[in-house]
């Protein structure tokens, strides 16, 4: 692929990249520059000597399932600063301000000017340990999302072959669940830091394994945050709908999706079951009219604060960390 001139840009700039599978768009904001790179290691380091004379602030990509890593990677390794946002940050964006047009380089530009609005956060600086970890899970997660689809699949078969073809199924599939548990068992109890914060995890009656694998994996943040980020980042904190005079309903949203689904499940097994201070201060809020999802919501928010003060202090549960919080 030829190669454009090395552009030689005093101002700051903004990076904005469009990955896809074969290669990426890049455009630099103000600028106007644009350039296409193969989505490969010889690509990577095109880029970086491309933008050896450019003065970059920031680069800005989306989190696109892995698609993004490797150059993620590359460009933190070549101490670029790198922020990896959510996808539907962008559409967002591109409705707000009316760019309809749908190409590569067009998406490119939309990432770096709204990098340039937005101001968004360099990421942490990646890993491939942590890289491999956040793999794992993932393909944990697949794994049982294809078991409950066999699952259901059984109970609706009345053929005894596909029946039997579902069970081989069923037991390749535990089989390699079981496989990639201890795997990631493994990574965890190598590395002093996320064995320490399992144990912090793990400490919270009702909060087992999978919530602790998953906020290691998708939320390393925790500990490094204030309240109100930790609870904006998982999606748990009430966003206002108001116009006017009118005051709309309160509800939560945005954040890590997955995140929120594993503490709201943890969530809504101790305070119902196994976490007898959670279990009290739940049935308080349905006695003070809350609704069930309602009062499960706002433990949630309340033990992410917390988790997030617990590895911050490097201390496990205590009972009496949730009544400054909730009563």
């Known amino acids: ?163 039997q073809m579902i069970r081989q199924t069923l037991a390749f599939l535990d089989k390699q669940l079981a496989a990639v548990e201890v795997e990631i068992d493994a990574m965890i109890q190598q590395d002093e830091d996320w064995r320490r914060r399992r144990e912090i995890i793990e400490s919270i009656p009702g909060f087992a394994a999978t919530t602790a694998r998953t906020l290691i994996a998708d939320l390393p943040e925790l500990g490094t945050m204030t309240d109100k980020q930790a609870a904006a980042l998982v999606g748990v904190a009430p966003i206002n709908r108001d116009s006017g005079k009118q005051q709309g309903y309160r509800a939560i949203g945005g954040g890590r999706s997955g995140v929120r689904r594993v503490l709201y499940m943890a969530t809504m097994g101790a305070a119902t079951r196994n976490n007898p201070r959670l279990k009290s201060i739940y049935k308080r809020l349905l006695a003070a009219g809350k609704k069930p999802k309602v009062a499960i919501v706002a433990i949630m928010r309340k033990i992410i604060v917390i988790l997030n003060a617990m590895i911050k202090a490097n201390q496990t549960w205590r009972a009496d960390h949730v009544v400054t919080g909730l009563t």
């Open 1 to 163: 692929m030829n190669i454009a001139a090395t552009p030689i840009l005093s101002e700051s700039q903004i990076l904005g990249i469009d990955v896809s599978k074969a290669w990426f768009d890049v455009f630099l904001h103000p600028a106007a520059v644009k350039e296409r790179f193969d989505n490969n290691a010889a690509g990577f380091r095109k880029l970086v000597r491309w933008l050896k004379s450019a003065n970059v602030e920031v680069t800005v990509m989306e989190a696109t399932g892995g698609l993004e890593a490797p150059l993620f990677n590359a460009l933190q390794s070549a101490e670029y600063s790198v922020a990896r946002i959510n996808p539907r940050w962008i559409r967002d964006f591109a409705k707000a301000t009316g760019h309809s047009a749908k190409t590569d380089q067009q998406d490119a530009r939309l990432i770096a000017l709204y990098g340039a609005m937005m101001k968004p956060e360099p990421s942490r600086i990646g890993n491939q340990k942590s890289d491999v970890f956040r793999a794992l899970c993932a393909r944990r997660r697949q794994i049982i999302h294809m078991r409950n689809q066999e699952l259901n699949r059984q109970q609706q078969s009345r053929e005894h072959q596909i029946s």
